[in-house]
Nanobody, 113 residues
Protein backbone atom coordinates (compact mmCIF):
# COMPACT_ATOMS: atom_id res chain seq x y z
CA UNK A 1 0.00 0.00 0.00
CA UNK A 2 1.31 3.43 -0.90
CA UNK A 3 -0.09 6.79 0.08
CA UNK A 4 0.56 9.83 -2.07
CA UNK A 5 0.03 13.21 -0.45
CA UNK A 6 -0.09 16.54 -2.23
CA UNK A 7 -1.29 20.10 -1.83
CA UNK A 8 1.24 21.66 0.50
CA UNK A 9 2.94 24.96 -0.17
CA UNK A 10 3.71 28.45 1.02
CA UNK A 11 0.83 30.72 1.99
CA UNK A 12 0.38 33.96 3.89
CA UNK A 13 -1.38 34.05 7.23
CA UNK A 14 -5.13 33.94 6.73
CA UNK A 15 -4.80 31.96 3.52
CA UNK A 16 -6.04 28.50 2.60
CA UNK A 17 -4.66 25.23 1.32
CA UNK A 18 -6.22 21.86 0.52
CA UNK A 19 -4.26 18.69 1.11
CA UNK A 20 -5.07 15.43 -0.65
CA UNK A 21 -3.91 11.88 -0.03
CA UNK A 22 -4.71 8.84 -2.15
CA UNK A 23 -3.98 5.19 -1.49
CA UNK A 24 -2.86 2.72 -4.15
CA UNK A 25 -1.97 -0.94 -4.07
CA UNK A 26 -4.99 -2.09 -2.12
CA UNK A 27 -8.56 -3.09 -2.85
CA UNK A 28 -9.66 -2.42 0.71
CA UNK A 29 -11.13 0.77 2.10
CA UNK A 30 -9.49 2.39 5.08
CA UNK A 31 -11.22 2.05 8.42
CA UNK A 32 -9.81 5.38 9.51
CA UNK A 33 -7.98 8.14 7.72
CA UNK A 34 -6.13 10.97 9.32
CA UNK A 35 -3.77 13.87 8.99
CA UNK A 36 -0.85 14.44 11.33
CA UNK A 37 1.76 17.16 11.40
CA UNK A 38 5.25 17.60 12.72
CA UNK A 39 6.84 20.98 13.24
CA UNK A 40 10.62 21.38 13.66
CA UNK A 41 11.69 20.28 17.11
CA UNK A 42 8.25 18.97 18.01
CA UNK A 43 6.60 15.60 18.10
CA UNK A 44 4.16 14.47 15.45
CA UNK A 45 0.60 15.31 16.44
CA UNK A 46 -2.86 14.43 15.23
CA UNK A 47 -4.53 17.18 13.23
CA UNK A 48 -7.77 15.44 12.25
CA UNK A 49 -9.13 11.97 11.70
CA UNK A 50 -12.22 10.55 10.07
CA UNK A 51 -14.02 7.22 10.08
CA UNK A 52 -17.40 6.27 8.70
CA UNK A 53 -18.86 7.23 12.08
CA UNK A 54 -17.09 10.34 13.30
CA UNK A 55 -14.56 13.05 12.77
CA UNK A 56 -12.12 14.27 15.37
CA UNK A 57 -10.01 17.43 15.38
CA UNK A 58 -7.10 18.80 17.31
CA UNK A 59 -8.40 21.72 19.37
CA UNK A 60 -5.89 23.99 17.67
CA UNK A 61 -7.55 23.57 14.27
CA UNK A 62 -11.24 23.28 15.16
CA UNK A 63 -13.34 25.68 13.15
CA UNK A 64 -10.55 26.28 10.61
CA UNK A 65 -9.77 22.84 9.16
CA UNK A 66 -12.17 20.31 7.65
CA UNK A 67 -11.35 16.69 6.95
CA UNK A 68 -13.31 14.69 4.38
CA UNK A 69 -12.99 11.39 2.59
CA UNK A 70 -13.98 9.75 -0.67
CA UNK A 71 -14.05 5.98 -0.19
CA UNK A 72 -14.50 5.28 -3.89
CA UNK A 73 -11.29 7.18 -4.63
CA UNK A 74 -9.53 5.87 -1.51
CA UNK A 75 -8.72 9.46 -0.71
CA UNK A 76 -8.75 11.81 2.22
CA UNK A 77 -8.68 15.60 2.10
CA UNK A 78 -7.88 18.38 4.53
CA UNK A 79 -9.26 21.82 3.79
CA UNK A 80 -7.26 24.33 5.80
CA UNK A 81 -8.60 27.86 6.14
CA UNK A 82 -7.33 30.85 8.09
CA UNK A 83 -3.87 29.35 8.25
CA UNK A 84 -1.54 30.75 10.87
CA UNK A 85 2.27 30.62 11.25
CA UNK A 86 1.89 28.03 14.00
CA UNK A 87 0.36 25.69 11.42
CA UNK A 88 3.72 25.47 9.68
CA UNK A 89 4.79 21.82 9.63
CA UNK A 90 5.18 18.74 7.51
CA UNK A 91 1.76 17.16 7.14
CA UNK A 92 1.42 13.38 6.89
CA UNK A 93 -1.60 11.33 5.94
CA UNK A 94 -2.32 8.05 7.65
CA UNK A 95 -4.64 5.21 6.69
CA UNK A 96 -5.68 2.30 8.84
CA UNK A 97 -6.38 -0.67 6.55
CA UNK A 98 -7.12 -4.09 7.98
CA UNK A 99 -5.57 -2.98 11.30
CA UNK A 100 -2.29 -1.94 9.66
CA UNK A 101 -1.18 1.69 9.56
CA UNK A 102 0.27 3.32 6.47
CA UNK A 103 1.89 6.74 6.13
CA UNK A 104 2.26 9.13 3.25
CA UNK A 105 5.56 10.80 2.47
CA UNK A 106 4.66 14.15 3.99
CA UNK A 107 3.93 17.49 2.41
CA UNK A 108 5.34 20.79 3.65
CA UNK A 109 2.99 23.57 4.69
CA UNK A 110 4.60 26.92 5.42
CA UNK A 111 2.61 29.91 6.62
CA UNK A 112 4.27 33.31 6.59
CA UNK A 113 3.20 36.12 8.90
Amino acid sequence: VQLQASGGGLVQAGGSLRLSCTASGTLYSATAMGWYRQAPGKERELVAEITNRYTNYNDAVKGRFTISRDNAKRSVYLQMNDLQPEDTAVYYCNFEILRDNYWGQGTQVTVSS
